[in-house]
Nanobody, 115 residues
Framework: QVQPVESGGGLVQPGGSLRLSCAASESISKFNVMGWYRQAPGKQREFVAQ???????SYNSFAKGRFTVSRDNAKNTMDLQMNSLKSEDTAVYYCFEGLIASRIWGQGTQVTVSS
């Protein structure tokens, strides 16, 4: 199965910014929703943000005001702009593509926030 591909992860200092990108596996217009989850070591995967086909955005409480999710239908990509990063944002970030009854996941990209 073809998967979306994440990029943009890396090491950043507390207070810094990163922009993650997700290249869709096929035409982005096919998916009802696309979004991001993350998983820190020893913790369960948790929802970060998503954006619906119509543009409606949803965020977990920890992401509101700091993270912005967007999609570019022409480029078939979805981005997550992360500002004011904290050490607790350290995790593997996973992109997903949402269909009616299933989701397709990417392999993840590591984000490490450390001085």
């Amino acid at each position: 199965q073809v998967q979306p591909v994440e990029s943009g992860g890396g090491l950043v200092q507390p207070g810094g910014s990163l922009r993650l990108s997700c290249a869709a596996s096929e035409s982005i217009s096919k998916f009802n929703v696309m979004g991001w989850y993350r998983q820190a070591p020893g913790k369960q995967r948790e929802f970060v943000a998503q954006i619906a086909r119509g543009g409606t955005q949803s965020y977990n409480s920890f992401a509101k005001g700091r993270f912005t999710v967007s999609r570019d239908n022409a480029k078939n990509t979805m981005d997550l702009q992360m500002n004011s990063l904290k050490s607790e944002d350290t995790a593997v970030y996973y992109c997903f593509e949402g269909l009616i009854a299933s989701r397709i996941w990417g392999q993840g990209t590591q984000v490490t926030v450390s001085s």
